[in-house]
């Protein structure tokens, strides 16, 4: 099988393809390439034997080639060699690089902390003169004081690492803090005996001191006690300070007071007094102040942060103020020291949170003290509950402010003074209550249709205390308020009651709803409870009134209407034509009187209101529910069997009368 394939193989040869073509015989053929072999066999020899010479020299070069060669490969054998002997110098020399560059770093860092040491503990002749012999305020020596505190520090640390160098500077260190601690110290005490000269405005050597902070800083890590005596000899002189002057101002300024004040007969309920005596000497003050708040709450705004008052200065001009003013400048001269000393002390004496908290409290204990005392005695025998409130705000505004300028040290001395405000508040409030609750009605019994003077000052006291309390509103005074109100709707109805005439009465009660409700209108800026209820009020005692005004002049009219829409719901025709005699009558009366009843409702009406906007409201009030019973009249009318009455003719047009109407349109 495999001989087969050879075959095969041969057969597809070229060669014998062209012979197999051309049809020779493949043994002639294989003779005839014998013959063509031999004789190119000879024709090469031939050939080769006549470039014999040239083979030769070729020879030759290639082995004069090869030595050079061998040659070459010994040069570069030796290169090679030498290469690699440089190559491990180059390497021990790297060895040797890295190692030098770490002993000089080493020695580096060695001269470094060996120079830094040297120099922390070498004292130089320039410090030791400058400490010794330069006054404290000189720059020189707050500088060598800063290198001297460094150098202390630095010799209690390495006395913990028993070095022995130490012992060589640690008596010259030694005596040089003394030395400072007793400049300085001298330096302090000089600084607070300034404070205790007469006259003397103490923020100026405040501020002297505090450029000079670090000297306490210095005192307080080498010496606490010597820091301590300082810090104890500033408190001290500025407690004596701060309280005499806040005790010499509160008794000047009390001078400025007004010398009548709201007493406890200047209660709400309480009845206006006339003359006592041919020797009585009225009284300077006008009581309506005790209730109306007038421009005293400007204590709240634009006199909040304004100049204290200046006892001396107001004598001269013999000025007076309310309590409340006299309040705020004190509070105020307060709240301005307090702040500037509660920054001082945290800065000087570098403390902060309870402990700061502390040291202001040894300076202001007794200051604020007798300014306790000092509010006490004025709240205790006050009946003025404007001025008590204005100043619980006025405490309020101030707190504020102390957080603002980032100073807690007065929060207790306000919640002191808040406790003695508030209870005494609450009782003069109470007791205002109390005495419109006991008002006697026959002793206050009205004798005209006015507004009621407790009415009146009630308006004002509602309209002074909402106007106060509305920028920080305080629950307990709405509740107090509320019932206050209650209080003063019971009496102004006992007081109406006083009038037989039901229409009177409704005059008198709207003319006091009235007055209350525009006077806190007036005063107040947004829209409170109190009038919101006295409005409620008014507008149901002002259609009563409308309606009796009506029945006064058209009773014959209005009271026959609902009776006959009755008749005509249930279809009681019958009962209707009864009617028609007293409907011809109605109808020829409103013919012959209407015009003549409304000019006497409108002149009766606006006589009645010392309010005109209040009367003319009333008045359109009236005239528009006449056209509205008129329109009811006309429908009536206008049904059968009404409608077929010959009176009904002579009914007058509905827009007859709304053009009268309007005659009575108020022009404003």
């Known amino acids: 099988m495999s001989e087969d394939l050879g075959i095969q193989d041969h057969l597809k040869d070229d060669v014998i393809k062209e012979a197999l073509a051309s049809g020779l ?55 090679q060699s030498d290469l690699g002997s440089i190559s491990s110098e180059i390497l021990a020399l790297q060895h040797q690089s890295v190692e030098m560059n770490l002993r000089l770093k080493n020695r580096q860092a060695v001269r470094g902390e060996l120079s830094q040491f040297v120099d922390d503990m070498v004292v130089t002749e320039h410090m030791i003169n400058t400490i010794l012999e330069s006054p404290v305020t ?23 690492r028993d070095s022995k160098s130490c012992s ?89 007071q007004f010398e009548d004040s709201a007493r406890r007969d200047d209660l709400l ?45 107001q004598m001269k001009t013999e000025t007076k103020y309310p309590f409340e003013y006299l309040f705020r400048s004190v509070q105020y001269a307060l709240v301005d020291n307090a702040c500037r000393e509660y920054l001082f002390l945290s800065e000087l004496f570098m403390v902060d949170g309870q402990n700061a908290q502390d040291l202001f409290n040894i300076v202001f204990n007794k200051t604020t003290q007798i300014l306790t005392k000092y509010v006490d005695t004025y709240v205790q025998d006050s009946y003025d509950s404007i001025a008590i409130f204005l100043c619980v705000h006025l405490v309020q505004r101030y707190q504020l402010l102390c957080h603002k300028r980032c100073v807690p040290g007065l929060d207790k001395y306000w919640e002191t003074l808040n406790g003695i405000l508030w209870p005494r508040l609450t009782q003069v409030m109470e007791m205002n209550i ?29 309209a002074a205390i909402v106007g106060i309390n509305e920028t920080f509103p305080h629950e307990q005074m709405n509740r107090l308020l509320a019932i206050l109100q209650e209080e003063i709707e019971g009496l102004i109805l006992r007081l109406a009651a006083a009038f037989n005439n039901r229409k009177d009465q409704l005059l008198f009660l709207i003319n006091n709803y009235d007055v209350i409700m525009s006077i806190i209108s007036e005063r107040t800026k947004d829209e409170t409870k109190e009038c919101e209820g006295f409005r409620e009020q ?96 006309s429908r009536l009318v206008g049904a059968a069997p009404l409608s077929q009455m010959p009176a009904a003719a002579h009914l007058i047009n509905i827009h007859l009368i709304m053009v009268e109407v309007k005659k009575y349109k108020p022009a404003f």
């Open 269 to 313: 309920g309480a009845e206006e007094s006339g003359s006592k005596g041919f020797f009585f000497k009225p009284s300077l003050k006008n009581k309506a102040t005790v209730f109306s708040v007038g421009s005293r709450d400007e204590v709240l705004t634009g006199q909040l942060e304004a100049p204290i008052i200046v006892p001396h200065a």
């Open 138 to 160: 000189e720059s020189s020596f707050f500088e060598q004081l800063h290198i001297l505190n460094h150098k202390i520090v630095f010799l209690n640390e390495q006395s913990f």
């Open 168 to 256: 060589d500077v640690k008596d010259v260190i030694e005596k040089l803090k003394i030395k400072a601690v007793a400049k300085i110290r001298e330096f302090f005490l000089q600084k607070v005996n300034q404070f205790k000269r007469p006259l003397t405005n103490y923020q100026v050597p405040q501020n002297a001191i505090l450029k000079y902070k670090f000297y306490f800083q210095f005192l307080q890590s080498v010496n606490r006690e010597v820091a301590k005596e300082v810090r104890e000899e500033y408190t001290d002189t500025m407690s004596k300070i701060l309280f005499s002057y806040f005790k010499s101002y509160i008794g000047r300024i009390s001078k400025l």
């Open 25 to 79: 015989d493949l043994r002639d053929y294989s003779k005839k390439v014998v013959d063509e072999l031999e004789t190119a066999e000879s024709a090469s020899i031939n050939d080769y034997i006549a470039e014999s010479g040239n083979i030769a020299a070729l020879h030759n070069q290639i082995s004069s080639c090869d030595a050079i060669l061998a040659r070459m490969e010994g040069l570069l054998t030796t290169f």
């Open 538 to 633: 008014l507008r149901v005692r002002s259609d009563e009134l409308a309606e009796q005004i009506l029945h006064a002049h058209f009773g014959y009219m209005t009271t026959w209407i609902p009776e006959a829409e009755r008749k005509l719901e249930k279809g009681d025709t019958e009962g209707l034509r009864a009617n028609e005699k007293q409907v011809t009558q109605i109808i020829t009366r409103f013919a012959a009187e209407w015009k003549q009843s409304l000019a006497k409702i409108n002149s009766e009406t606006l006589s009645s209101f010392p309010n005109l906007k209040l009367g003319t409201g009333i008045l359109q009030q009236t005239l528009t529910l006449l056209v509205q019973y008129y329109h009811r009249f």
């Open 434 to 462: 109390q005495s419109v609750k006991d008002c006697d009605t026959l002793r206050m019994k009205p004798t005209d249709l006015r507004p009621h003077y407790i009415t009146r000052r009630y308006a004002e006291f509602s």
